[in-house]
């Protein structure tokens, strides 16, 4: 991995990846509020590398809602039940004994299917099995600037139709779920709506461009046919899962990750049954995607 410039950092040591999607960041103490200038140059960071792990922060659940509240304050998560006390919490817990896919076991962007969908994801690893359980991102900018030309003018103008039905819908694959699950999840009427947002999205802070679908919460795109549809967010599906785009993070206990709802999609392996996984996660709120 490659060091960054520290004179771009006065606080924080940053360490990105060797392509540049994804870094970690040192120096830091989360448990404490970060001051102004420190908070500057992690959000910096974030917009650069989308993906930034803080490795060794043994965090409480307070200390997570602050530093939550530091990058935008809390988004709101539907359809799974927070954490008794901490309605901004969610615990991803996975037994050893389980046998239930695990959460977010398929691509997408958090709550993609929302009018404003979280800027950002904060996951907190509490216990992290010996095998499997990595966490996988897709840089959506590099995938949109790897189109041609003509590709993208096409895609630009397109509007995606998001909805959750396909998960938490009434005949959705939660509703289907016979295997017990410690995670509660509800299934609602609500998740069978839909709207629509940018196929191509542009980032707020960095003004670049994105692929803003996934195969779970993209059902269809506005004004084309569902043929014309499925065989454009077919090739899109596939273009944006090519290796060279992927992210592979291999997780380590008291380890707290945030990652760009806006311009990354995730994808949560599996391959840790008879382990314990044990995560805590917050989203930052964020605005009407354009």
């Known amino acids: 991995m490659l060091k960054e410039r520290q004179a771009a950092y006065r606080s924080i040591e940053v360490t990105p990846q060797a392509s540049g999607f994804g870094a970690e960041i040192a120096g830091l103490d989360l448990s404490l509020p970060l001051p102004p200038a420190v908070l500057e140059e992690v959000m910096a960071a974030w917009a650069r590398h989308a993906v930034v792990a803080f490795p060794d922060q043994p965090l409480s659940l307070e200390a997570q809602e602050a530093f939550t509240r ?10 799974i039940k927070p954490m008794t006390g901490h309605p901004n919490v969610l615990e991803l817990r996975r037994e050893p004994d389980e046998k239930a896919t695990n959460f977010g076991a398929g691509w997408h962007s958090d709550w993609s299917f929302q009018e404003a969908p979280p800027a950002a994801t904060i996951l907190h690893s509490k216990v992290v099995p010996p095998v499997g359980g990595d966490t996988l991102f897709v840089d959506a900018v590099r995938a949109y600037e790897a189109l041609s030309p003509t590709m993208q003018a096409m895609l630009s103008p397109l509007q995606a139709v998001h909805s959750a039905r396909q998960s938490y819908g009434t005949k959705g694959v939660f509703a289907k779920d016979t295997e017990k699950r410690t995670m509660q999840i509800i299934v609602s009427k609500e998740a069978d709506g839909s709207l629509t947002h940018p196929l191509v999205r542009t980032h707020p802070v960095t003004g670049k461009k994105a692929l803003y679908v996934s195969p ?15 065989a454009i967010l077919g090739f899109l599906f596939v273009h944006l899962a090519q290796e060279r785009f992927i992210y592979r993070h ?17 994808f949560a392996e599996g391959g840790y049954d008879g382990h314990l996984r044990l995560m805590h996660r917050t989203t930052v709120a964020g605005d009407v995607p354009v």
């Open 216 to 230: 779970v919460y993209t059902v269809g795109i506005e004004a084309l046919t569902p043929e014309e549809a499925k």
């Open 70 to 79: 530091q990058m935008g304050g809390f988004g709101h998560d539907p359809y």
């Open 250 to 266: 291999k997780w380590r206990e008291q380890m707290l990750l945030m990652w760009d709802n806006r311009c990354t999609m995730h």
